[in-house]
């Protein structure tokens, strides 16, 4: 894995005639922790789904590594390197902590077929290319078929993939701290370590650029300090460009070496955090200034 | 989630196909079937021997709906046999009458065969519907038990798909074969309709019947205007009778039963008053005069049963009041279904032979006997052919007009 | 919640390894203990258990309600009947083993072309849909008779031959459908615990995020169609050449109830809960009209005596004059009517109301490795 | 045999008519469905049972003012007392469901409830069937006959009353959801039942009230039911229940006014949809493939609209 860049074009994203996003424009070198910011509502949330292809943006484009990702599907994107985690927790509360990290692993275990149906095409095809799509379908077939042979008649190919899947998921829980859950269901682990898991399962992906939805929302000092640490750790080990939203200021400015600033589905602001800490047009936007020095929570 | 309707996208071929593939199921002829009379083989029966230890009584067997919607008809049909076997003794054993559920379903029909066979009776009244017939023909064949059914009028039980006849099987009433021809020569000489609409009951004995009567009817000269199928329980016909309305047939055949015809003919006489309507021996039926009260008048009805008016008949029908407090024309099939229990009961006595104390049936011969039935019965006269089918009676379908809330016989 | 407890004594683990082989062996002891009767209820039961385990792939693992089943298992049969049947028009006298596995293609394309229009519907608009494509296939078997033979249905079809002997006694049977059931049984388990699997549970979990795990939901949600479907195709195919005759009318909505409701009963997702549905809604309602029961029934003199006692206490308090029980040996001819179904109905409300979850939900399971190397919980520090 | 259609005006309207009957019906009961759905998130697949128990009771209540004898006004009177007895028949079967097969389900997995449901469904039927004979009973034939008709259009009394006691039913439900502090709790109860309870809503007593409002429902539908096809039994709840049902589902399952829009448009399509589709050459769709139609409609619209026609979109998530 090597850190990936993120270029964002001139993105728009609207529902129904509400503009949740207009013009974002957004660059993030590789390997940087890059912050973002912004009110409530301000089309943070919905940034990170166009990135994941949850949402088709309505204009502009995305841009990962110099390859254009907007309008594939969320599986395609995630393969090509993009990982994310959720403002509210959404584990597989009914799996174990292992098979969860298991489940972030599944493009990278071997069963036999390739995965056709995820080739990388946009998902909105004009009416010729429906028909194209449909020639593909006995190739996805007969790959679906091979996958279940392989996991019926679990060749070794298929056991050591697995094998070193529950390794590789070893690691990955060890390296959060969540070492000796493994059998836990997730719905009984405590908040914090919910977090934890999310990201480990978002590491399984092997993301290049890993979106870190409010990583530290519900924890205490010390709790978002850890997690803090973690996700510099995650940066340097993992090899990832890493973006989160956040609301603890304390946290953005500490960990980040970037910040960009939305209100109202706009990039107002975007530099180190020092002179973001300084433009008044984001103290304007924060509704005063105790938010932004005082750390803290900032959203009203 | 607009990020996803993509994927809704390939559906959108597969609904086109779906809605094809409708399309294309609407434009299908119907191809006959063939009714080629013909040789007759009959595959291999299992005949045994049973013994009934003294005291033990003879078994004989029914297999019926006794539970759900066609309870009405399988209840009465149960409580007939049983009357035929009641109080009669074989050679100091009497005779018991063992009633199983088979629900009218192919699954049913096999289950029921398996439980009194395991009972072990010497015969069997039934299957009453023709679905668990099919399916329990093999099972009674291979056992070599004899099973006559009082109500199966379908083609197959006695054209099986396999060629052979089934040696075991035989019939009391009439063949859709002989009723759908008659009806459609009443029809088209007696009622003098040159064009008719059909409506059918979707399940086995409705497309039988069908089948029957639209092949007879055009093959008479007449026209066939319309041809529509309903569910059973289907109670809201209101768009068949717009759609007859618009058709203006002279007659309305209606193939099905009771339960659905009496709807059917308040909704049809609502808007239609004259025009004529014909049905078959699931109309038949008490039920249908009580429920369509004035609307009933002037239907036609037949049924696939020589004219019950013989004194046999009329013994049966005071004895069957008598003692089940139904009345007689209130259920179909309850005179064959006596005269079938009574055609078993008289070949057992005949072939029965006394052995150390037991009594001996020996299978084959008491399908040989019942065979040879010739019978003044409660519902005409019987005698069956190589296939199983009753071929006693002279006119084998009669006709009945409903005239102030009865059904009155026509002459033919 | 994980076991901690100390490690069961060796016996039990023994048990608990062969519990399947031994199950399976004791089934197979079965034919020898009971008559054809109830052989003959169990290969019915047994043909659920097959279909139970198509459908809890479907449901259970993947969380797809499909209320339309039955037109897996009718794709299934009616290609055994119309390959087969003399009565068909394309009649091809193919063999059995021939058939089988084009029914369980041809019922897995159906399951595909249910699955691709449903795609993007969730939960309970699944559920009416896949009714909806369940009775679309069975009014199309009836009222294209001209293709179908419609409801006077296709008969005479034959049995199969296995090494050249014909599987014919109920015994027989009973032993090719448990065979059938066993190996469904292992192919259902290992896709459960597969790469597959997890991806049908994530789904099940939360599909926006299986999703963004890089799990192609569209192309597993697939999957769990044409599997479910085909194996309803080979327990329809099954069906056809046991029961021999075949018509829409035994295609009805009804099946596809029953084998939910045995999935529900047993315990989504669980084998056993599978298996132990099958008795109770196939086996049950047959069972009640055995002669067996009948016998048992009547013994019960002593019930009914203390009941009517008691009635005739109540009686004495109030009032009102209630009626006296039906001799206990009427009790058995009783249930060969609609009283089996009421008894049934309540029984399905009072299994769900005292168990929700099944009466055998499945059980946490474990990976193989679970017990090798796992330390006492670590205290939770911060890296 | 393709049925020569001559198309008269008059034809069209009367299919029209038709469609209005029968999704008056199918609207009347997916009510039910939809309310207890939008509360509980569960299919009460005993519904169609309930409004069999409500046709039973309407039935034995007009037999009891004197069947087949009523005349002149006190039809009036009888049919309004029928549909009362009907409604609370309807109303207490339901009360006594939800209290002992239901509501011990709460909280359940999201199966569980469905098969009770299916248990019900099942005991109730057989019961019947059971007490009846599996015969069917008769509404008495006492409703005036005769048509309202201007021209080519033409519509009986009876359906002329079906679809305004159906339409008036409905606005008076509409009115209770809308306008009454009741409708209100339950409008709160289907948006989250945790904060309506923190808001102090009895949730408890509010889901009853929803199991109250579509049983009366289904106790009306069940004595227009008899009134017009006069035929009635035991198992007669199945199939328009599972109508209702689709219908439900078709306007988007949850919303009234998805219920009472689907059950038309259901109705609508089984009768001049069919006969529309009849226009094009080559095709003869009878009677026998209503359902098709039906279920063919359900598809296409929810490929569409994927939570039916009134559901609302949400644009938020993740």
Request: with cysteine; glycine share 12%; proline share 5%.
């Amino acid at each position: 894995m090597t850190a990936a860049e993120l270029v964002v074009d001139g993105l728009g994203m609207k529902f129904e005639g509400l503009t949740a996003l207009a013009e974002i424009t957004l660059r993030v070198p590789p390997g940087e922790i890059h912050g973002l910011i912004g009110p409530n509502g301000a089309g943070k949330t919905t940034l990170f789904n166009c990135l994941t292809g949850f949402y088709r943006p309505t204009s502009g484009a995305i841009y990962l590594t110099g390859q254009r990702i907007d309008g594939l599907p969320p599986h395609v994107i995630t393969g090509l390197g993009i990982a994310r985690t959720f403002q509210n927790i959404r584990l597989f509360a009914n799996m174990t902590v292992l098979e969860n990290v298991l489940v972030g692993q599944h493009q990278h275990i071997a069963v036999g077929g390739t995965d056709i149906l995820s080739t990388r095409r946009p998902v909105y095809p004009t009416p010729v290319e429906r028909i194209l799509i449909l020639r593909g379908f006995p190739r996805a077939a007969v790959n679906g078929i091979i996958e279940i042979a392989g996991a019926i008649a679990r060749p070794p190919r298929v056991r050591t993939a697995e094998a070193a899947a529950v390794a590789r998921a070893r690691d990955l829980l060890a390296a959060v701290g969540l070492r000796g859950r493994e059998n836990d269901l997730a719905r009984n682990l405590p908040y914090g370590d919910q977090r934890r898991l999310e990201i480990a399962r978002a590491l399984a992906t092997r993301p290049s650029l890993l979106l870190l939805d409010e990583p530290t929302a519900g924890m205490n000092p010390q709790e978002a300090a850890a997690m803090v640490a973690l996700i510099r750790r995650i940066r340097d080990e993992f090899e990832t460009t890493i973006i989160l939203i956040e609301h603890q200021m304390r946290v953005v400015m500490g960990v980040c070496e970037n910040i960009t600033v939305l209100d109202y589905g706009r990039k107002i602001a975007e530099g180190p955090p020092a002179a973001i800490q300084r433009n008044p047009t984001v103290i304007e936007a924060y509704l005063g200034t105790r938010a932004i020095q005082g750390g803290g929570h900032a959203a009203p | 989630m607009n990020g996803r309707q993509g994927r809704s996208r390939l559906a959108w071929l597969l609904l086109a196909a779906s809605f094809a593939m409708v399309l294309a199921a609407a434009c299908g002829g119907d191809d006959d079937d063939d009714t080629g009379g013909g040789d007759v083989t009959y595959g291999k029966a299992g005949f045994k021997t049973i013994e009934i230890a003294s005291g033990q009584p003879i078994k004989i067997g029914y297999s019926g709906p006794l539970s759900g919607d066609l309870k009405g008809i399988g209840e009465p049909i149960l409580k007939a046999v049983e009357l035929a076997a009641k109080g009669k003794t074989i050679k100091g054993h009497t005779i018991q009458v063992i009633g199983k559920d088979d629900l009218c379903s192919a699954d049913g029909g096999a289950s029921a065969a398996t439980q009194l066979l395991q009972e072990g009776v010497v015969a069997v009244v039934g299957p009453v519907c023709s679905g668990a017939v099919v399916a329990a023909q093999p099972q009674y064949e291979q056992a070599g038990i004899t099973h006559v059914s009082p109500s199966s009028t379908a083609h197959k039980p006695t054209y099986p798909d396999r060629g052979q006849v089934f040696q075991t099987f035989l019939r009391t009433t009439y063949s859709d074969d002989i009723q759908g021809p008659a009806q459609a020569k009443f029809a088209r000489e007696t009622l003098g309709a040159k064009t008719a609409y059909v409506v059918y009951d979707t399940d086995a004995y409705g497309t039988g019947l069908r089948d029957a009567f639209t092949r007879a009817f055009e093959k008479e000269g007449g026209k066939i205007l319309g041809s529509e199928g309903y569910e059973k329980k289907q109670t809201d016909f209101k768009a068949i009778v717009t759609n007859i309305k618009n058709a203006k047939p002279d007659l309305v055949y209606f193939s099905g039963f009771y339960s659905e015809a009496t709807p059917f003919i308040k909704q049809l006489r609502a808007e239609l008053k004259d025009v004529k309507f014909l049905a078959g021996d699931g109309v038949k039926n008490d039920e249908f005069i009580k429920g369509a009260g004035a609307d009933a008048e002037g239907a036609y009805l037949s049924l696939p049963s020589p004219v019950y008016t013989g004194e046999a008949y009329k013994t049966f029908g005071d004895l069957f009041e008598k003692e089940t407090g139904i009345k007689r024309d209130a259920s179909p099939f309850v005179a064959e279904a006596y005269d079938a229990a009574s055609i078993i009961i008289r070949a057992i006595e005949k072939v029965a032979t006394e052995k150390d104390g037991k009594l001996v049936i020996d299978l084959k011969k008491l399908n040989e006997e019942i065979r040879k039935t010739e019978l003044d019965g409660a519902s005409g006269k019987i005698k069956f052919d190589a296939r199983g089918e009753n071929a006693g009676g002279e006119t084998p379908v009669s006709l009945f007009q409903v005239k102030n809330g009865a059904f009155e016989q026509l002459k033919q | 919640m994980p076991d901690r407890s100390a490690p069961p004594p060796p016996w039990t683990r023994t048990l608990a390894r062969f519990r399947w082989p031994l199950f399976v062996a004791f089934t197979c002891l079965l034919p020898f203990l009971l008559t054809d009767v109830w052989v003959q209820m169990l290969v019915f039961v047994a043909l659920f258990i097959v279909l139970g385990l198509g459908l809890n792939v479907v449901v259970g693992f993947a969380g797809l309600l499909d209320l339309g089943y039955v037109a897996f298992f009718a794709a299934g049969a009616y290609t055994m009947g119309l390959l087969t049947s003399p009565g068909s028009p394309i009649d091809a006298g193919l063999d059995f083993w021939l058939i089988l596995p084009i029914g369980i293609l041809i019922a897995s394309i159906v399951g595909l072309l249910l699955g691709l229009p449903v795609l993007p519907l969730r939960g309970d608009y699944l559920a009416i849909v896949t009714l909806g494509f369940g009775e679309i296939i069975r009014l199309f078997l009836i009222n294209r008779d001209d293709l179908t033979r419609g409801s006077q249905g296709l008969s005479a079809i034959p049995r199969p031959d296995l090494f050249g002997y014909r599987i014919d006694s109920f015994t027989e049977w009973f032993y090719f459908v448990v065979a059938a059931a066993v190996v469904v049984g292992f192919c259902t388990s290992r896709l459960r615990d597969s790469r597959i699997g997890r991806a049908w549970e994530a789904i099940r979990e939360d599909e926006d995020v299986a999703a963004a795990m890089g799990v192609n939901t569209t192309k597993y949600k697939l999957l769990a169609f044409a599997s479910g479907a085909a194996i309803g195709g080979l327990g329809g195919v099954i069906y056809a050449a046991f029961i021999g005759f075949i018509s829409p009318a035994a295609f009805s909505l009804q099946v596809s109830i029953d084998v939910l409701a045995i999935v529900i009963i047993g315990g989504m997702g669980s084998t056993p809960g599978v298996i132990l549905g099958s008795l109770i809604l196939i086996g049950v309602p047959r069972i009640l009209q055995f002669r067996e029961t009948s016998d048992f029934l009547a013994n019960l003199g002593w019930l009914r005596d203390a009941l009517n006692g008691l009635i005739s206490a109540l009686d004495a308090a109030t009032p009102g004059s209630l009626g006296r029980l039906p001799p206990a040996e009427t009790w058995g001819a009783q249930l060969a009517d609609d009283t089996r179904f009421i008894i049934f109905g309540a029984l399905l409300v009072i299994i769900m109301v005292v168990r929700p979850s099944g009466l055998w939900p499945s059980s946490r399971r474990r990976l193989e490795f679970a017990h090798d190397d796992t330390p006492p919980p670590a205290p939770v520090t911060a890296p | 045999m393709p049925v020569a259609l001559t198309l008269s005006v008059s034809f069209w309207s009367d299919q029209f008519v038709n469609g209005l009957t029968t999704g008056s019906l199918y609207a009347l009961i997916a009510l039910g469905y939809t309310m207890v759905y939008g509360v509980l998130k569960m299919i009460n697949f005993a519904h169609g049972e309930v409004f069999m128990l409500g046709s039973f009771a309407g039935y034995g209540a007009l037999v009891a003012m004197g069947g087949n004898d009523l005349s002149g006004p006190a039809v009036a009177l009888a049919i309004l007392g029928a549909i009362i007895v009907a409604m609370s028949a309807s109303v207490s079967a339901s009360v006594v469901i939800e209290r002992l097969a239901y509501r011990p389900l709460r909280g359940a997995p999201r199966l569980a409830p469905l098969i009770s449901a299916i248990g019900v469904s099942i005991f109730l039927q057989y019961l019947v069937l059971e007490q009846t004979s599996a015969r069917a009973k008769f509404y008495p034939d006492i409703f005036p006959r005769g048509a309202l008709g201007a021209g080519p259009f033409e519509i009986t009394y009876i359906q002329l009353f079906l679809i305004a006691s159906s339409v008036a039913m409905m606005a008076l439900l509409y009115a209770i959801i809308q306008r009454t502090r009741l409708g209100r709790a339950i409008r709160a109860v289907a948006e989250n039942p945790t904060n309506a309870s923190l808001m102090g809503v009895d949730v408890n007593r509010t889901i009853v009230f929803v199991f109250i409002l579509g049983a009366a429902m289904a106790g009306v539908a069940g004595v227009l039911y008899g009134l017009f096809f006069q035929t009635i039994r035991g198992s007669m709840g199945f199939i328009p229940g599972i109508k209702a049902f689709t219908a439900a589902v078709l306007g988007g399952i949850g919303s009234i006014p998805g219920a009472m829009a689907g059950g038309y448009v259901l109705g609508l399509a089984e009768t001049v949809g069919r006969e529309l589709l009849n226009e094009l050459p080559g095709v003869n769709l009878g009677n026998q493939w209503r359902d098709v139609i039906a279920f063919t409609l359900l598809v296409t619209i929810l490929i569409f609209r994927p939570t039916g026609i009134f559901a609302q979109r949400s644009t938020t998530r993740a």
